[in-house]
């Protein structure tokens, strides 16, 4: 079991990275989003719960998606 206040600060964290993965918001916004007082805090949180920072798993993220873009587009076949 854990307390509400773990309960909610998991649910919170769970819910800001799907957010930061999807990147339509700016990290501000999802820590207002979710109901953290501030950004930092957030980030704060976020490091100590997935080892990295929101920035950084947005940042990786993009990387992916842009390699599975890239690879999409390379075996994708001729158009016309």
Same mark, same amino acid.
């Given at each position: 079991?854990? +307390?509400?206040?773990?309960?909610?600060?998991?649910?919170?964290?769970?819910?800001?990275?799907?957010?930061?993965?999807?990147?339509?918001?700016?990290?501000?916004?999802?820590?207002?989003?979710?109901?953290?007082?501030?950004?930092?805090?957030? +980030?704060?949180?976020?490091?100590?719960?997935?080892?990295?920072?929101?920035?950084?798993?947005?940042?990786?993220?993009?990387?992916?998606?842009?390699?599975?873009?890239?690879?999409?587009?390379?075996?994708?076949?001729?158009?016309?």
């Amino acid at each position: 079991g854990c +307390t509400p206040y773990q309960f909610v600060l998991k649910t919170r964290l769970q819910m800001a990275r799907e957010l930061v993965t999807q990147g339509r918001l700016a990290l501000v916004e999802v820590a207002q989003f979710v109901g953290f007082s501030s950004q930092s805090h957030m +980030t704060t949180l976020f490091q100590r719960a997935y080892g990295q920072t929101p920035g950084e798993l947005r940042r990786s993220n993009q990387r992916f998606m842009a390699r599975v873009d890239e690879e999409t587009a390379q075996k994708a076949p001729p158009a016309g």
